[in-house]
């Protein structure tokens, strides 16, 4: 079996929950297959590992995205914003070369921006599987109701795509919130179009939401959707780590700080409920991890002392996450689901989050992650993680939520089925 992987971007290091996913298909096929039958492309340079092929696609140049984005995207409307940027007759010259010559018996495509590539390729005799992540018509809708409901609020939707935008439009996006709005709804409708009638030309479609996968069943009746999950760790022996919480309060948020549901809902719960955090708990410690804090997060952090620490990246997170009392996870909106969440679950951390941060993971009734969507409630549930019983309790659930839906053996027993040749 050969199979080529077509992805926008690098699948190392995993750093963002995109590269986690990503990655942890490589890892599986970098354990179940010869290097020599594993090939990726992607749209910048990569080092998959030892033995393993890969191409470098061209990047669609300055002229080509203006082009797209004006007739596809603005006139004809028949591409979303994102598949414009990613399209060019270079990229699809590339693909159809190394296909010919690879000649793969399954092919996966990172989302939509890649998968828009499979109705130009002629003649397909191999089995094709669109991963889409998440779906992006849900998450620019709740970043829209998001906008509409915190009027004051820097909420920026774009995060790493940034970097795919011509530099002489961004200050066109970023001139007004709404100018924003008027483009985020625009996308909205054209990836939403998208997202309804592209799945029906691949074997698979794959999202990593159970919840999003019924909305897309439910509104085009397609059988071939599925959920899939991330591959964390790819060691059989998958070994218990021991928690090392001293009974200190202190709890951790995780997540890309550029991410727009990531930067506000942290921003915000520190503006409106911290104090509550240290009027319930004093000497608590928050602290927040992620890369690309923004100036208004440090300055915000910084009101509060020695309560609340913005450390950006860290190099030993599993450290970190198993000295905790708790994850929290106030997100406001957002989609898909939480890789940080199953980062704290794999290691048996109890989480606070709303039903934002926990979406698309199995709960389990006895504990492990606490929802509440008042974020008033989370000090209190916060303090009653401190009695060391309690938080033993939901320390063992958490981890058990991990085994049942996220373990080496349950993924693998997934991408055994999807991605198969047959």
């Avoid at 992805?7 to 986690?20: A, E, H």
Wanted: proline share 5%.
């Amino acid at each position: 079996m050969r199979v080529l992987l077509l992805s926008t971007i690098s699948p190392y290091p995993k750093n963002v929950g995109k590269k986690v996913v990503l990655g942890g298909f490589c890892d599986y096929f970098k354990k179940t297959l010869s290097p020599a039958d594993f090939h990726v492309m992607c749209f910048e340079p990569a080092d998959v590992g030892p033995g393993i092929g890969v191409t470098v696609v061209p990047k669609p140049r300055m002229l080509n995205k203006v082009v797209n984005l004006g007739w596809w995207s603005l006139l004809a409307r028949r591409k979303s914003i994102q598949e414009s940027l990613f399209w060019s007759p270079e990229a699809l010259h590339a693909i159809e070369s190394k296909i010919a010559e690879f000649r793969p018996d399954l092919v996966i495509f990172d989302t939509i921006r890649i998968g828009q590539y499979l109705r130009h390729l002629p003649g397909k005799s191999f089995k094709s599987v669109l991963y889409m992540e998440d779906l992006f018509s849900v998450r620019y809708e709740r970043i829209l109701r998001a906008m509409a409901k915190f009027p004051d609020a820097a909420i920026d939707a774009m995060g790493n795509f940034a970097a795919n935008i011509p530099g002489f439009l961004l200050p066109l996006y970023q001139s007004s919130r709404m100018v924003k709005r008027l483009l985020l709804q625009l996308e909205r409708k054209l990836v939403q179009h998208t997202e309804y009638t592209m799945p029906a030309a691949f074997d698979a479609a794959l999202l990593i939401n159970e919840q999003e996968v019924r909305h897309l069943e439910q509104k085009t009746g397609l059988a071939n959707v599925r959920v899939v999950s991330p591959m964390l760790n790819m060691d059989s022996q998958e070994r218990l780590v021991p928690r090392a919480w001293s009974g200190r309060p202190e709890f951790v948020f995780l997540g890309s700080l550029n991410l727009a549901h990531n930067a506000f809902s942290i921003e915000n719960f520190i503006e409106r409920h911290m104090d509550e955090m240290i009027a319930r708990i004093p000497g608590c410690l928050l602290r927040i991890i992620g890369r690309h804090p923004s100036p208004e997060l440090v300055q915000l952090a910084a009101k509060y002392g020695k309560n609340v620490v913005v450390e950006g990246f860290v190099e030993d997170l599993d450290e970190v996450l198993s000295r905790c009392a708790g994850m929290i996870a106030p997100l406001l909106f957002g989609s898909g689901v939480k890789i940080k969440v199953i980062d704290a679950v794999r290691l048996g951390v109890p989480v606070v989050s709303t039903s934002y941060g926990a979406e698309g993971i199995a709960l389990r009734a006895e504990g492990g992650i606490l929802v509440d969507d008042e974020l008033s409630h989370f000090a209190e549930l916060c303090a009653g993680l401190l009695e060391p019983e309690a938080n033993a309790h939901h320390s063992r659930f958490s981890r058990q939520i991990y085994l049942d839906s996220y373990s080496t053996g349950a993924v693998k027993a997934q991408y055994e089925t999807f991605f198969s040749a047959g």
